[in-house]
């Protein structure tokens, strides 16, 4: 058996864990708003037309933050008509998605929906086919206490207090043709940087987010980041980042290796951000918002195409995530965790239905999908602040990543209530992987769980019928030898192994 070890000590700190790191999406695409967290007829739905049963996962996932409301959709979204009187509220054509939208829900029922959920609101506005004037209005709107007619007009819409929303996205993915109103990075970067000027005369305080590259693969990917950087360094705070991955043919080993090219990703944009800094001579380090990531079968739904007919809310990517889909989530949130010092924001899309961890029926069962679990359990244990562990493992070949190491690990560190806590993927889909882990920096530890997820049905998905076929077992090898933390990890798994200070 291939054998490897990781080395963990509580003095080589990263950065605190960013609670920020746990956020989702929400968008106006397929059902993830419609029939997913709003659905008046549904039994479980509250005064507010709220899933009451999809609201109890949400807080179960542990997310923090939610983008809203896209994504593509944004990019021809007049927030206008998703606010006042329902019945006045126009119907219109999404061209994003090809449906078409009611307007049903809006700025104000995601921001109730919000309070329910326990989450940070993050806020997406249209740079596609509108501009600076929209954004400084809705901000007005939103965030301004009262006696203006945007704010009295929040006010008579029956939400008194002024929402205070923090985190403003400056457009979604302006780099793709495919997006409304796509720019040049010289265009897109004097936008954003105009709008957050003018946010921050509002407030100074906001935190504002550029577009970056929709993918690592875009051929503007890097001279985006620097341009769109050199105009608007001074005024925001992140720039974006987004990554999907999927399996490709029986390539198993790629794609359980996605997590390095989310590194090189990462790597990449701060050594471009890092440049531009050191051109503008400025102090000021800008952070990773990493808000769309996760498994999507992207490339199915190009080819099925488009819907053709113009409908409210269709099926659309409602992918059935298998436990595979969950080992290589777990090990994308392991590096997220990982760059805790520059990667400040992330959000899984999306949150339901719609390339989703909840999925929901209309006026049937909402249940949790494989990829649900590494996601709740991270959030839930990643605690304090993130270590720099270093890895001595054997290197895997993949095709599309070449050599990685077998092993993809992160481990946190709560010092005050004496918690230290391993995340390790093998991703090495044949053979298992002995592991050591020295512990003896941290003094006394008991093992007080050791979870497994993966196994040996990878291609297992949970489904309405029987909603809990890929979920986290008892580890069969986690043990504590001594000050020597030893597990068997089987091929293709997620382990997290969690250590207290002995009493
Ligand atoms: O999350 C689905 C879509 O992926 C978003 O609308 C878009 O921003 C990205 O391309």
Redesign the pocket.
């Known amino acids: 058996m291939q054998t490897a070890q990781l080395s963990i000590d509580p003095a080589f700190v990263v950065a605190p864990v960013n609670r920020r790191v746990f956020g989702s999406?929400v968008?106006h695409?397929g059902r993830c708003v419609y029939g997913g967290i709003y659905e008046p007829e549904h039994p479980s739905a509250d005064a507010d037309g709220f899933r009451g049963d999809v609201l109890e996962l949400v807080r179960e996932l542990g997310v923090t933050a939610v983008r809203y409301p896209?994504?593509?959709?944004v990019s021809g979204y007049r927030w206008e008509d998703g606010v006042g009187p329902v019945e006045d509220r126009p119907t219109r054509l999404d061209p994003a998605w090809r449906t078409i939208e009611t307007n049903a829900f809006g700025l104000n029922e995601f921001m109730r929906w919000a309070r329910k959920a326990e989450i940070e609101p993050i806020m997406a506005m249209n740079l596609g086919t509108r501009g600076l004037q929209e954004a400084i209005d809705l901000l007005e709107y939103a965030n301004h206490p009262g006696g203006t007619a945007l704010s009295d007009a929040r006010i008579a819409h029956g939400e008194k207090e002024p929402h205070g929303i923090r985190m403003w996205c400056l457009g979604?993915?302006m780099d793709g043709p495919w997006q409304l109103g796509h720019k040049t990075a010289e265009e897109y970067g004097r936008l954003a940087a105009e709008t957050a000027r003018a946010m921050r005369q509002f407030d100074p305080e906001l935190e504002l987010v550029a577009c970056g590259s929709?993918g690592r693969q875009m051929p503007t990917f890097g001279a985006w980041e620097a341009t769109v950087l050199e105009h608007a360094y001074d005024v925001v705070d992140h720039i974006s980042a987004?990554a999907y991955y999927e399996l490709e043919g029986d390539d198993v080993a790629s794609f359980l290796a996605s997590s390095t090219d989310m590194d090189r990703f990462i790597r990449e944009v701060v050594a471009t951000a890092d440049h531009v800094g050191a051109r503008l001579s400025s102090t000021k380090r800008i952070a990773i918002s990493f808000d769309?990531w996760n498994v999507w079968y992207l490339k199915a739904m190009q080819a099925n195409g488009m819907p053709d007919d113009w409908t409210v809310a269709p099926r659309l990517s409602e992918e059935a995530y298998t436990a595979l889909d969950a080992v290589v989530v777990g090990s994308l949130l392991i590096t997220l965790l990982r760059h805790a010092d520059r990667v400040t924001a992330a959000c899984q899309?999306?949150l339901v239905n719609t390339?989703s961890s909840i999925r929901a029926e209309p006026d049937g069962p909402a249940w949790r999908q494989s990829i649900f679990h590494p996601f709740a359990l991270t959030a839930r244990h990643a605690r304090g602040t993130v270590l720099d562990l270093r890895v001595d493992a054997p290197a895997l070949a993949t095709a599309k990543h070449g050599e990685v190491p077998v092993l993809d690990a992160v481990a946190t560190h709560d010092a005050e209530e004496g918690l230290v806590t391993v995340f390790v993927v093998n991703r090495d889909p044949a053979s298992a992987v002995a592991l050591a882990t020295e512990l003896r920096a941290f003094g006394d530890l008991e093992l007080v769980e050791a979870t497994l997820l993966g196994g040996d049905d990878l291609m297992a998905t949970n489904t309405r019928e029987a909603p809990d076929r890929v979920v986290p077992v008892a580890h069969p090898s986690g043990s504590l030898d001594g000050t020597v933390l030893r597990a068997e990890l089987p091929p293709a798994s997620w382990s997290m192994f969690r250590l207290r200070a002995a009493r």
Request: no cysteine.
């Open positions: 999406f968008e695409m896209g994504g593509n959709f979604n993915e929709s987004h769309e899309a999306q390339i």
